[in-house]
Each structure stands twice: as C-alpha cells, then as structure tokens.
C-alpha cells in the first residue's frame, strides 16, 4: 500500500514554516517600520489619488522585504551570540529550527526582491533601501559587541524609513525628507536605550554594549532625557515655517509639544528610579510616542 500523507502533520509543517518566517523578519518590528515609511509616503504626496495606492502597496511590500532581509543576515551573524541570550536563544537559527544557510537565502532573497520592488517606485527609493541594509549588516551589527556607538550607527537605518516615504511619494532628497530623518533618528536613542536597559543582564550573556556609558547609572539615564529633549525640539521643527512644504498649523504642534513632554515625563522618572520597570515603561510609551506623533502628522496634513 501507498503510504497516506498525513494532513494534520504538513499542516503543521506549513504553519512551522510561516512562524519560522515571521521570527527570522522580526515581523512585528518590520511592520511597525513599514508604517513609518507609509506615513512619510502619506506626508509627500501632494492629493492622494488612486494610483498612489500601488505605490503605497509596493512600498509596504518593498520596505518589509529590506527591514526582513535586514534582520535575518542580523540572526544569521550573531547565531552564536544568540543561543547566550533568554531572549533570542528560541529564535529560528540558534535554535536548529533553520539552517544559517536556509536563513542567508531568504536573507538574500528579500534584499533582491525589496531592491526590485523600492527601484519600480524610483531609484532613489532603492538607494536608500539598500544603504539600510548594509549599514545595518555590516557596521551597526558587528560594532555591538565593540562600543557602545554601534547604537548612534544603528540609529542611521533606523531613522531612514520614515524619511524612504517621503522620497518614495516625491522622488526627491530634501529638507523635508532630511527633517523626517531627524526626527526618527533622535528618537532611536531613548527607545534603544530603555531597551538595552531592562535587558542589560541578558545582554551582558553576549557582550552587547547598549548603553552609552556601558551602565544602567545616572550617566545614562541624563542622556536618555537629553535625547528625548532634542526629539522633542525635531519634531516641532514643522511648525516653524523652515522645512519646506512640510509644515504642521500651530494646534498640531500643541498636540506634538504635549506628546514630547509625555515622554519626557517617563525619561525623568527612569533618572530618578533607573528601574527595569521605568526602563519599560518608557520602551513602551516611545513606541507609542512614535505612532501617534506620525498619525498627528498626517491628520494635520489632510484636515486643516
């Protein structure tokens, strides 16, 4: 007799498969830097017409390729380092669930395939894509077991793809796109460092430097309220008539004062406690900061 495939078990192995995928991309990591870049799109475009809504498609597609393939060549160079840590020890690769070679093919294949999708949008989209993936595979990940910079290099491909929605919705490198850029990449910092903050122990296991002065001290916490600050000046740059045709009306830059100085709360309190669980708590509230500071943005763009 023929031996009978067992539904229930390639069911199982599909569903293995596509959360293995979903691990190696860091999923929930990519599409929140997916949204960035649709909400720099939504900022660039002049009146939003139907034919926006394929390039806002392929650059959701193209910007999850470039963050996926990013993250993935990231698990494949520090799989050794991985297997040290509580947090990432269960992750597709230093787990055996994936072979490092099988991880470098869909590594690969989404950087061809997020290069082709970004350069259908225009060139420059593309440009900018591929520079994130080398500075982030090349300089930020093997400097993280070296100095503690490797977060302010980490923070260049961190802050492109709000800046990438804007060049893809223009096809044009300006003070405008430059602005989005600097408002991302202050904010890296205080989101990073709470992070490297209450996981300092487990990344201690792999010899990760975090944190700017290698400690959860004063030092630390004074630069994380300094950094929230200068996020604070950034995002209210709109609202002083400087940045070209991207600017916010005085009742926005209101809402964006207001939203800064909630953050800013969380990062004096983190000063004064520097507890794991302030440390959290300001991971948690930068990452709101972030979303509703875009979406106040946009709306401010399509109702005044």
């Not at 926006?52 to 990013?70: E, H, Q, R, T």
């Not at 225009?122 to 930020?140: E, M, Q, R, V, W």
């Not at 910079?149 to 796109?177: D, H, K, Q, Y």
């Not at 408002?183 to 010899?207: N, R």
Request: net charge positive; with cysteine.
């Amino acid at each position: 007799m023929k031996p009978t495939l067992n539904s229930s078990s390639n069911s199982f192995n599909l569903k293995s498969i596509y959360v293995d995928f979903l691990e190696i991309t860091k999923a929930r990591l990519a599409i929140s830097v997916v949204f960035s870049s649709l909400a720099g799109f939504m900022l660039g475009v002049l009146d939003f017409h139907s034919s926006d809504w394929l390039v806002l498609f392929k650059l959701a597609i193209g910007g999850y390729c470039m963050v996926g393939a990013s993250n993935a060549f990231n698990q494949v160079i520090e799989k050794d380092l991985d297997e040290l840590m509580d947090r990432t020890k269960n992750r597709p690769v230093p787990s055996g669930r994936m072979t490092p070679n099988s991880a470098l093919l869909i590594a690969g294949f989404l950087t061809l395939v997020g290069i082709i999708i970004l350069y259908t949008i225009n060139p420059k989209s593309a440009l900018f894509g591929a520079i994130s993936i080398f500075i982030y595979t090349s300089l930020y990940t093997p400097l993280k077991t070296i100095t503690p910079l490797s977060v302010f290099v980490g923070a260049f491909p961190g802050a492109i793809p709000f800046m990438l929605g804007w060049v893809a919705a223009t096809n044009n490198f300006g003070i405008e796109a430059g602005t989005l850029f600097l408002i991302q990449f202050f904010w890296q910092f205080p989101h990073f460092w709470a992070i490297g903050w209450f996981l300092f122990e487990d990344y201690e296991k792999a010899g990760f430097f975090m944190l700017p002065t290698g400690k959860k001290d004063k030092g630390t916490a004074l630069q994380i309220i300094l950094y929230t600050v200068w996020l604070l000046l950034a995002s209210l740059l709109p609202a002083l008539g400087y940045t070209g045709s991207f600017f916010i009306s005085p009742i926005a830059a209101i809402v964006v004062f207001l939203l800064g100085i909630w953050m800013l709360v969380y990062a004096v309190k983190l000063y004064q406690t520097r507890s794991e669980k302030s440390a959290r708590t300001l991971m948690l509230v930068s990452v709101s900061y972030i979303t509703l500071l875009q979406i106040v943005y946009i709306l401010d763009k399509f109702l005044r």
